[in-house]
């Protein structure tokens, strides 16, 4: 596709659950990023993969949640147990090489109740 | 340790010119990003810095002054559709993730 696609747009689940979430880049990107953003708070960095390895996890809140890109393009985020506190929008984020800019999906809107 | 900050919310006047300020403390620096992301989007690229000095495009500057650790982002002839959340975000070294400030919440008001 012309941009980067995350499915589902929005996600509900029950408290301690298992989610997962999807993220197809722009094609050819070798960088992939995903963030965790709260309402009125800026991107928080989660975990970033050059190709089809973890680069970075070190943004990875604790070890409920998990991700992988197998194949070098689609990721799935991971996240066990769900808590409330995971709420949020799971932002994914393309780029050609690490050192360009990013470029967004919409995001999935994660609600656990 | 990372620290971007930037004003929580500013209001300006449709037509008028408005300067959105962010500092930054980072361990390293290899470019500074501003995104524009209105409610319920994706953050959208504006503007990249790396070197001091400024950058237009368009209704859109962007300045940086590394050794102050200071950028600004310069939007002219403000338009209601540039209403939205402008995110300043630093890149530290080399490959590494962007690091986004809280983002700046702009009103633009008749």
């Known amino acids: 596709g012309a941009g980067v696609s995350q499915t589902p747009s929005n996600k509900v689940t029950e408290k301690g659950k298992y989610v997962e979430l999807r993220c197809d880049p722009i094609?050819?990107?070798?960088?992939l990023y995903w963030y965790r953003q709260s309402l009125g708070q800026g991107p928080e960095f989660l975990i970033y993969f050059q190709g089809t390895g973890a680069a970075d996890d070190s943004g990875l809140p604790n070890d409920r949640f998990f991700a992988v890109r197998p194949e070098g393009s689609v990721s799935t985020l991971k996240i066990q147990r769900t808590e409330r506190g995971d709420s949020a929008v799971y932002l994914c984020?393309?780029?050609?090489?690490?050192?360009?800019?990013?470029?967004f999906g919409q995001g999935t809107r994660l609600t656990v109740v | 340790g990372q620290n971007i900050d930037q004003p929580t919310e500013m209001t300006a006047t449709e037509g008028a010119i408005v300067q959105i300020n962010c500092t930054y403390q980072t361990s390293g620096f290899n470019g500074l990003f501003w995104y524009q992301q209105h409610a319920g989007e994706a953050p959208t690229f504006l503007s990249y810095n790396v070197l001091d000095g400024l950058e237009e495009k368009g209704r859109f500057s962007s300045f940086l002054s590394r050794s102050k650790g200071y950028s600004y982002l310069l939007l002219k002839e403000l338009q209601m559709k540039d209403s939205a959340s402008y995110l300043c975000?630093?890149?530290?070294?080399?490959?590494?993730?962007?690091?986004f400030g809280k983002g700046t919440r702009l009103s633009v008001i008749a």
């Open positions: 984020a393309s780029s050609p090489r690490g050192t360009t800019e990013a470029f």
């Open positions: 975000a630093v890149r530290e070294l080399g490959n590494t993730p962007l690091v």
């Open positions: 094609s050819g990107h070798t960088a």
